[in-house]
Structure formats: C-alpha cells, structure tokens
C-alpha cells in the first residue's frame, strides 16, 4: 500500500448512507456526510460527486451481521450488492467490513440534538476506523 491513501466508507441503508473519509497515513476516520435519497439515481448522483471531489483509492462498506447467531442479516445481500456497484461503477477495490454495533458506538459519541442528522456518517466513521484499525494490525505482524 502507498504510504497514504484515501478511502471512504459506507453505513448501507435502505432510506440514508453514511459516507466516512480518512487517511491511511493517519489511520483515522471521520464522518462525512449523510446521502438522504431512496432512489437509485440520486444516491448514485451523489456518490458521483463524493468520488469525484475526494478521489479515494479504496472503498469500504459495512456489512451487517447478527450479534447473537450465525443466520445472516437480511440487509447483509443488499450491503454486498451495494459494494459490487461501487467497484464497478468506480473501478475501484472495495472492502466489506463487519458492522456489528457500529450504530451503537456511532450514537454513544454523538449529543441527542445531532444524532438524527449526523448518526450514519458517524457510523461510517467507525466502520472506516475498524477497518483502519485491522489493517494496521495486520501489517504490524511478523
């Protein structure tokens, strides 16, 4: 890997996407934006102008998980299926990092008046930091 890169994240969801940025050199997340649109065209109109503005080398998008069982997550498909249009759309590589608690911790930091605004930015920022953070693990070992 370069010395440093650009990746943004996604916290997938059907109604908002969160979008986290960061910087492998640094090895910290912080939250983005939120893209508020259902609709196909207009979450990928957004996206179009993120890419272009941030130019990232890597993607990252959270993918859910159950916390107590092994049985997938019914958004778990649409999360994967998100991360295959990002890397063919961008032609970039994409990571599918698990998401578990992500929400959890993301509402932890932030103050009641901005959670509802800033909550899935904020989850992107800690799927992008964990995804930070078994990298550098990762790359430390022998």
């Avoid at 993120?50 to 649409?78: M, N, Q, S, T």
């Avoid at 993301?106 to 920022?125: F, G, H, N, P």
Wanted: charged residues 25%.
């Amino acid at each position: 890997m370069p010395d440093s890169e650009t990746v943004m994240a996604f916290d997938f969801g059907e109604k908002r996407i969160g979008v986290a940025i960061g910087e492998t050199l640094l090895s910290s997340a912080r939250p983005l934006t939120t893209i508020e649109a259902e609709a196909k065209a207009q979450r990928f109109s957004a996206l179009d102008r993120l890419i272009g503005e941030w130019h990232p080398a890597r993607l990252v998008v959270g993918r859910p998980a159950h916390a107590d069982r092994d049985a997938p997550h019914p958004l778990a498909a649409r999360c994967e299926r998100f991360a295959r249009q990002l890397a063919g759309r961008y032609h970039l590589p994409v990571d599918l990092i698990d998401e578990r608690y992500t929400s959890c911790v993301a509402a932890e930091r932030l103050t009641a008046s901005v959670r509802k605004t800033s909550l899935d930015a904020e989850a992107a920022a800690v799927i992008l930091q964990s995804w930070f953070d078994a990298h550098a693990a990762a790359s430390s070992r022998p």
